[in-house]
Every structure is written in C-alpha cells, then in structure tokens.
T-cell receptor, first 114, second 116 residues
Framework: NAGVMQNPRHLVRRRGQEARLRCSPMKGHSHVYWYRQLPEEGLKFMVYLQKENIIDESGMPKERFSAEFPKEGPSILRIQQVVRGDSAAYFC????????????FGDGTRLSIL | AQSVTQLDSHVSVSEGTPVLLRCNYSSSYSPSLFWYVQHPNKGLQLLLKYTSAATLVKGINGFEAEFKKSETSFHLTKPSAHMSDAAEYFCVVSDRLKAAGNKLTFGGGTRVLVKP
C-alpha cells in the first residue's frame, strides 16, 4: 500500500517562474492537506482540500499561491512568480474521511529559488 | 486558537539513557495530540496519538507520552535512547475543521542528538 507520494522531491526555480508541486494521497484517503516548513521551523498549515473542493485555505498566502484537487489525478500546489522567500519544504498529508484519523505525510518537495 | 510549545529546541542524550521531550499545549476544548518524528530530508512519521482515551499513550519504537490535562502537557519519553532516534520531533495539536477535516498545529520542534 503506497504512502503519500509527492513529486518532485527537489525543485529549483528562478525568481519569477512558476512552481508546481504534486501530491497523490494514500489509497482510500479523500482529504488532502498542504503544509510549508521554513528552515529551522515547524510545519505551518496552508490548505485543506477534498476532491474538487477547497475546504479551508486560511493558511495560504493571499497572492500567487493556489491549490486544487481535481476529480482525477493528484492534488497540485501552484506558486506563481516565485520569490526567494518561497524557498521551503512543502509537505502534503492525507487522511481518510474520519476526523479522528491521523494524517499521513509524504516526503515533501524541497523548493529552492535562485 | 490552539498553540503548541516545545520547551527545548535541542536535546542531547547518550545512547542507552532516557529521553524526555517536553510539550505544552493550549486548546479551548479536549484536543487530539500527536507526536511526529522527522528524519533528515524525509517526511513525518507518526509516533503516537492521544484522542481522549487512556492518558498514557504507547507508540512505536519504544516511545510513550502522557497526557496531563491539569498541566496542559504531553511530554514524550523513551527509557533508553538508540542511535537511530537522532531526528527532529514535533508535538502537534489537532483542530477540527468543517467537512470532517483536521488542521494540525505544530510545535517548533526538538532536535535530538544521540551520542555513542
């Protein structure tokens, strides 16, 4: 049973480019969460999605960041016009449709902005 | 709003000695609490969880944590450290979201160093 799959593991972009991070949840999991980890810090919640719906995006920056979880395919975190401060590790987690179940994390995408 | 404070950013122990990682939380209602471990360049692995059942929770790899409501604490312990325990540990509190989701709030992390 494959875990949460994130790709790419490492992504390098120049300032002004777009970054697309992908996440495939565990089989049977319908809830997807994105978190950001800045260097030497804990993870910070960004957004919570179910299929075709954004449920809570209270942790998303107001500009340049968007997320989707289409009916078919992985969840995508998209960052437009990246800046140096976007450099971080971005983690995806998934859980089954039961609020008491813990979230399972992928290995993350490490985004570096040149 | 919920919050988590990990009282030590770094802990150094000798192999075979006990490990104690301290965590205090604030929550407006009965929380769900977790400890996750993160090895370098890896994702987070769940060590254990508390969800209002027994206050002493046993997890994987010999770790356990005790929920103390009066002290709002959820400290993580292991009686005998192993070299493979060197990692970063996060105390986490869960906040219920609509549509049966959960928003995790993380402590700042405690980096554990195990000396031979």
């Amino acid at each position: 049973n494959a875990g949460v799959m994130q790709n790419p593991r490492h992504l390098v972009r120049r300032r002004g480019q777009e970054a697309r991070l992908r996440c495939s949840p565990m089989k049977g999991h319908s809830h997807v969460y994105w978190y950001r980890q800045l260097p030497e810090e804990g993870l910070k919640f960004m957004v919570y999605l179910q299929k075709e719906n954004i449920i809570d995006e209270s942790g998303m920056p107001k500009e340049r960041f968007s997320a989707e979880f289409p009916k078919e395919g992985p969840s995508i975190l998209r960052i437009q016009q990246v800046v140096r401060g976007d450099s971080a590790a971005y983690f995806c987690a998934s859980s089954p449709p039961n609020s008491n179940q813990p979230q399972h994390f992928g290995d993350g995408t490490r985004l570096s902005i040149l | 709003a919920q919050s988590v404070t990990q009282l030590d950013s770094h802990v150094s122990v000798s192999e075979g000695t006990p490990v104690l990682l301290r965590c205090n939380y604030s929550s407006s209602y009965s929380p769900s609490l977790f400890w996750y471990v993160q090895h370098p360049n890896k994702g987070l692995q769940l060590l254990l969880k508390y969800t209002s059942a027994a206050t002493l929770v046993k997890g994987i790899n010999g770790f356990e944590a005790e929920f103390k409501k009066s002290e709002t604490s959820f400290h993580l312990t292991k009686p005998s450290a192993h070299m493979s325990d060197a990692a970063e540990y996060f105390c986490v509190v869960s906040d219920r979201l609509k549509a049966a989701g959960n928003k995790l709030t993380f402590g700042g992390g405690t980096r554990v160093l195990v000396k031979p």
